[in-house]
């Protein structure tokens, strides 16, 4: 039932996790999770499998647990410092995409094709399998193979680094800042529910 991510996947959430919570937590997280095997080192930059659903997730509730009432919020800057990474990889091509899109397109046809896009990635990287849809004036992804609570059982909602990558994603098509836009986590599979919607508003 359980899949993968891909090391450069896995990659640019830890190196993104590295940069913002600290060597100290950084290392506590990669223990609870059992992934010891990159405290020297980050995953390689291949697209192999290296880490699993569960190790991620248990990553993602070390730093929730950690962090307590921030846990969250540090989770979705975690999530919009792996946009920036990505980014960083796709360079003048996503910019182009982004100048042509906003000539061409209005706001919400542009954020329905970034999800998209960001769903094919997602696909290709970490074997689940998320859908994109429009509905009135909101844009929806839904993931019932989300990687991010696997083994996970939360009160609330918790899939909140996807949510930020979202959000910054957003943010980046619309050439809006990032606190400008809401994604929110309708359901999660953490909370018992089939699948982890979001929804965006901005
Ligand atoms: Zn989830």
Redesign the pocket.
């Known amino acids: 039932m359980s899949g993968q991510l891909t090391n450069r996947y896995a990659r640019q959430i830890l190196d993104a996790a590295r940069s913002l919570i600290g060597p100290e937590a950084y290392r506590d997280a990669l223990r609870q999770a059992g992934l010891t095997r990159y405290e020297e080192a980050l995953p390689p930059l291949s697209p192999e499998p290296g880490i699993t659903f569960e190790e991620i997730?248990a990553f993602c509730q070390a730093i929730r647990e950690r962090f307590g009432p921030d846990g969250r919020w540090m989770l979705r800057r975690i999530g919009h410092e792996v946009l920036q990474r990505d980014l960083q990889a796709y360079g003048w091509v996503a910019n182009l995409v982004r100048l042509v899109s906003g000539i061409l397109q209005a706001p919400r046809e542009r954020v329905y094709n970034a999800w998209q896009r960001a769903a094919a990635v997602v696909r290709t990287e970490t074997g689940s399998s998320p859908q994109v849809w429009r509905e009135g004036d909101w844009v929806y992804w839904e993931?019932p193979s989300?990687?991010?609570?696997?083994g996970?059982s939360c009160a609330e909602?918790?899939?909140d680094l996807?949510a930020g990558v979202l959000e910054a994603l957003t943010a980046w098509v619309l050439e809006r800042p990032v606190g400008a836009i809401r994604v929110i986590?309708e359901s999660?599979?953490?909370r018992g529910e089939p699948?982890?919607r979001y929804r965006v508003e901005w």
């Open positions: 997730s993931n989300c990687p991010y609570c696997v996970v909602p918790c899939c996807p986590e999660c599979r953490g699948a982890c």
